[in-house]
């Protein structure tokens, strides 16, 4: 006993355990040593990622394997890389690695602003062509002394990026050759997870331990890291394409027909999506347009070769979407299905992964160990069935509760309020944005406020109608959470408006040294999935596996939303002594199955009215 503990603590970051990071740690090394999986739930804030790496890393000192740590966004890798950099600090030599994708790793700026398809072949061209100075410095360096001195000089992905590129040499390249040396690997769920991955590296998983880190979002990460998606708007500017640039008019009115015919197809499904979001196809519907492939290929090489000879500098055309749809439905893969489905963007034909296990069973059945942690992990039965585990499993479980003082919170449910779709309307937003407003009003703590909506559309909808008064920050694709806790150091009382698992809300710490700049918490309507086909599968293949739909159903729309929920709320507990109000806004959460699971997880469940919300904002003090 007092062998393994004193191994697991040279890996250990602190000189203490917390309470209940020890218990992790040796339930982590002790699944590990037995060839178990191990499932951890514990509340932001408990040190599950120091743990993990502690009981990970003794683990492999034993073994001789690697670790990877598998992380979803990039906002998720500052967790890791702070653990490890304080072990360098402390003697301990852990050499690892961060992998992101090559645009995000990428020292040109003009170039990684191009889109994901185009850059690939900018890239390709400029390192085939010796081109891309940051590329060909490599051959010039010892990659081995750079990276020491990276890992020490370096405490954030930006810096372990931008690090590299003032050394002018290529990061994803750099960190690409030495991951063969690390111990470690940070990195993202594609280059696992990922079964039509352009860009690859050289993993041995059946010696390595995954270390997946907000395991609560596999499942739904794995469906969409093995989606093909064919734009309307694609089809539509090779229609152009076609047109400008085939001077064979037999091979133009050929690829023409093929592109209107599914063009015509699609636009008149669209008219399907105007209650639903996404729609399920017959295969054979979709591959009836393709039976003359060839002239699609034939075009799209007489495209390329006509850019290249005019001296475009990337000969990208629109046709490549094409051919990888085509080469994706081609495949005909257990577990996948065709969908037609409308986002911002437009509309677009889906090649979509609807059973994740057809992907992840391989690689966690044989992984040397797996440890799958979240803050709000589902229900073990969902996971081992989405997943396709068929190894043993243990379960640490540890309760919001369990961590968080109930003297440091309270939990207020107003009503007054709902996001429900069928009674959403501009009256219902104004009477949301006025109650947002009247709180922001009445709030008195040097704290920001952060509001999470069901989704963009509601956050658009309610903002429009906020009192000029309201000092806000929104969530915009191009909003980053380093230029907001920057901003967030000059003025502290701002209401953060934010969307229900994005990326102001999952993997991220709202903190300045130790300081919690959160005190109020609004959960804004119940986050529940708008139903539709593609879930309605995953329903279907849960009923199957589980033999119980009621519990089907639940697992398919109410977890995610309860998920949703309990990740907002973690955002302003990420130690044990922090403080905070929660306001759970939407009637939906006096409904007896809503209201049991909330009152179980927080103790505590108070209704209110308006004017009872207001005096309980104004008056409240952390104690």
Known sequence: MSGIRSLIKRYFPYDVFRKYQWEIARGIYDSLSSGKIALIEAPTGVGKTASALAASLAYAEESGVKVLFLIRTKNEAQAPIRELRRLRDRGVDIDYVIIRNRPDMCCMVSTRKLPYEEFLEECRFLRSSDECPYYSNIRRVDVNSLMLHIMDNTGS???????????????????????DRAKIGIMTYYYIFSINKPESINIDVKNSVL???EAHNLPDAISGLNTINLPLASVIASIAEVKKLIDDEELKNRVLRI??????????????????????????????????????????????????????????????????????????????????????????????????SVVSSSVINDANGVVLMSGTLPPKDYVVSMLGINRDVVEYRIGFRDYVKSENYEVLVYDGITT???????????????????IYQAYTLDKAILSIFPSYVVLKAVRKYLSPGVKYVMELGSTSIDDLIRDLRSNRRKLIMAVAGGKLVEGVEYRLGTENLLGLIIIIGVPYP??????????????????????????????????????????????EDDKALIVLMDRRFREMRLAKIFEDYFGKYVIVDEKELINEIKNFTPR
């Open 259 to 356: 592109l209107r015919g599914l063009q015509t197809y699609m636009v008149k499904l669209s008219r399907i999506l105007e209650e639903e979001t996404m729609v399920s196809l017959e295969l054979g519907d979709v591959l009836q347009f393709f039976e003359d492939f060839q002239a699609i290929k034939d075009a799209y090489y007489e495209i390329i070769k006509k850019k290249r000879s005019a001296g475009v500098p990337i000969p990208y055309t629109p046709l490549s979407r094409l051919l990888d749809f085509h080469k994706a439905v081609l495949n005909k893969v257990s577990g996948f299905s065709v969908f037609l489905a409308r986002d911002e963007q437009g509309v677009s034909l889906v090649y979509k992964c609807v059973d994740p």
């Open 157 to 179: 992905i930006n810096e372990y990026v931008s690090s590299l590129c003032a050394l002018n040499v290529c990061p994803y390249e750099v960190s690409r050759m030495y991951l």
């Open 211 to 213: 270390i997946i880190d």
């Open 420 to 438: 429900r779709y069928v009674e959403r309307d501009e009256e219902e937003y104004a009477k949301i944005a006025d109650v947002l407003s009247r």
């Open 530 to 575: 708008e139903p539709n086909d593609y879930l309605d599968d995953i329903m279907e293949i849960l009923a199957a596996r589980l033999n119980d739909r009621r519990m089907a159903w639940e697992l398919t729309y109410q977890w995610p939303a309860i998920v949703r929920i309990k990740q907002a709320v973690g955002r302003a507990f990420r130690s």
